[in-house]
């Protein structure tokens, strides 16, 4: 079962904030998140495993809610090279990844 | 040090055909994942092997199969091909079962 992404785009302007939501119906083990810029191969951000942890990269950090089953991604002051798409990646108890539909990140001048 | 390295980057074959992906994990890596992304939608989950073994399947028919070598590259094969099986495929290796994984550029398969 796949996780679901909210929002599916948004446009920025540099500088500006983005939330960028992941949630699950099933227990959670792990969520990891990933950007993928056009043509290329998905680029690992961060992992959280469950017990509700932040963590933080630069001005991109992550929590994971895990009474939600929910993981949100914060990216702050945006920059032009934040543009991409975002996938979050669901471990459950089978090890098994699985990624969400992804959302596309525009950030503009 | 070498990334994951995937072969060939592009392929062009006719329905009914048969096809062979290949994979190069990060030294030390002994997980190999394999996904399939269509454009516009997240990698969905074909196969797990990690020290050798198949450790996780996903919602695909009996056509796609794979392995893991002793040296832990690993092959995709799908029989039969269908226009449907038309996409990106994505290598991911890490070195534990549940650990961040790190992506192949990918094989860009077409089905005419």
């Known amino acids: 079962q796949q996780p679901v992404q909210s929002p599916q785009a948004v446009i920025l302007r540099e500088g500006e904030d983005a939330v960028i939501n992941c949630s699950s119906s099933?227990?959670?083990?792990?969520v990891h998140w990933y950007r993928q810029k056009h043509g290329e191969a998905p680029i690992f951000l961060m992992i959280?495993?469950?017990?509700?942890e932040q963590k933080g990269h630069d001005k991109i950090s992550a929590s994971f809610n895990e009474k939600k089953q929910q993981s949100s991604l914060y990216l702050t002051a945006s920059q032009l090279s934040y543009s991409g798409t975002y996938f979050c990646?669901?471990?459950?108890?089978?090890?098994?990844?699985?990624f969400g539909a992804g959302t596309r990140l525009t950030v503009k001048p | 040090d070498a990334g994951v390295t995937q072969s060939p980057t592009h392929l062009i074959k006719t329905r009914g055909q048969h096809v062979t992906l290949r994979c190069s994990p990060i030294?030390?890596?002994?997980?190999v994942s394999w996904y399939q992304q269509v454009l516009g939608q997240g990698p969905q989950f074909i196969f797990q092997?990690?020290?050798?073994?198949?450790?996780g399947r996903g919602n695909f028919p009996d056509r796609f199969s794979a392995r893991q070598f002793p040296n832990y590259s690993s092959e995709l094969n799908v029989n039969a091909l269908l226009l449907g099986d038309s996409a990106l495929y994505l290598c991911?290796?890490?070195?534990?079962?549940?650990?961040?994984?790190?992506f192949g550029p990918g094989t860009r398969l077409t089905v005419t």
């Open positions: 959280l495993l469950k017990g509700g």
């Open positions: 099933k227990a959670l083990y792990s």
């Open positions: 030294s030390g890596h002994k997980s």
């Open positions: 991911a290796s890490s070195a534990l079962r549940q650990g961040e994984q790190y």
């Open positions: 092997y990690y020290e050798k073994e198949e450790r």
């Open positions: 990646g669901t471990i459950y108890n089978n090890n098994d990844m699985r």
